[in-house]
């Protein structure tokens, strides 16, 4: 089975810099694409970031230039970097794992058959 566990989420400042970690199991994050998405209170989940098949990323436009994602192999984890976080960065991340290669990687939740339970992320001051 498939595992998704998702770490690193709490309260921040506006303007400050968290880092979220996934670690899988029973899933080559080296072949396949992952992504992170988000989920606000009374809104739809949003694809934030993702990174696929052969490392090439892509990114919603609200974090381009502020979040990084990236993947250790080796430890099969995926990390998402979140710098000058704001208030509109608060939220649910979910982890997600695509068991199909693509070169380029996709935003739609429509595409990730698995799924973490979730890391809160708060920006508040």
């Known amino acids: 089975d498939v595992q998704l566990v998702e770490s690193g989420g709490g309260l921040v400042q506006p303007g400050g810099s968290l880092r979220l970690s996934c670690a899988a199991s029973?899933?080559?994050?080296?072949?396949?694409?992952m992504a992170w998405f988000r989920q606000a209170p009374g809104k739809e989940r949003e694809g934030v970031a993702a990174?696929?098949?052969?490392?090439?990323?892509n990114y919603a436009d609200s974090v381009k230039g502020r979040f990084t994602v990236s993947k250790d192999n080796a430890k099969n984890t995926l990390y998402l970097q979140m710098n000058t976080l704001k208030p509109e960065d608060t939220a649910m991340y979910y982890c997600?794992?695509?068991?199909?290669?693509?070169?380029?990687?996709?935003?739609?939740?429509?595409?990730?058959?698995?799924w973490g339970q979730g890391t809160q992320v708060t920006v508040s001051s």
């Open positions: 997600a794992a695509d068991p199909r290669v693509r070169l380029l990687p996709d935003l739609f939740a429509k595409d990730y058959d698995y």
């Open positions: 029973g899933y080559a994050s080296s072949r396949y694409p």
């Open positions: 990174i696929g098949s052969f490392g090439s990323t």
